[in-house]
């Protein structure tokens, strides 16, 4: 049974900083790529960022210099560091694996507040 376990979300200040983490189980993490996506009320789902098997990572351009994606094949896990985070940035973020078959995690939600 694949499962996508994300942490990290929480309330901040704009401005502020949080990381992000996605624990996988049921794949063989390391040929998936990875990714975050976000979604905020009435609003449809979007990508913020990925990063392939290889390490090689895309952006979004609403997030780019301020957020980062890494990932550790040895635990299972995914992050995403989100530094000068904006109101803009309030919504559920959700941890998507790719390849063969998507997989999805139940999201973790992050509030900025200004």
């Known amino acids: 049974q694949v499962q996508l376990v994300e942490s990290g979300g929480g309330v901040v200040q704009a401005g502020g900083s949080l990381r992000l983490s996605c624990v996988a189980s049921?794949?063989?993490?390391?040929?998936?790529?990875m990714g975050w996506y976000r979604q905020a009320p009435g609003k449809e789902r979007e990508l913020v960022a990925r990063?392939?098997?290889?390490?090689?990572?895309n952006f979004a351009d609403f997030v780019k210099g301020r957020f980062t994606i890494s990932r550790d094949n040895a635990k299972k896990t995914v992050y995403l560091q989100m530094n000068s985070l904006q109101v803009e940035d309030t919504a559920m973020y959700y941890c998507?694996?790719?390849?063969?078959?998507?997989?999805w995690g139940q999201g973790t939600q992050v509030t900025v507040s200004s």
């Open positions: 998507n694996s790719w390849g063969l078959v998507d997989y």
């Open positions: 049921g794949i063989i993490f390391s040929l998936n790529g």
């Open positions: 990063i392939d098997l290889y390490g090689s990572t």
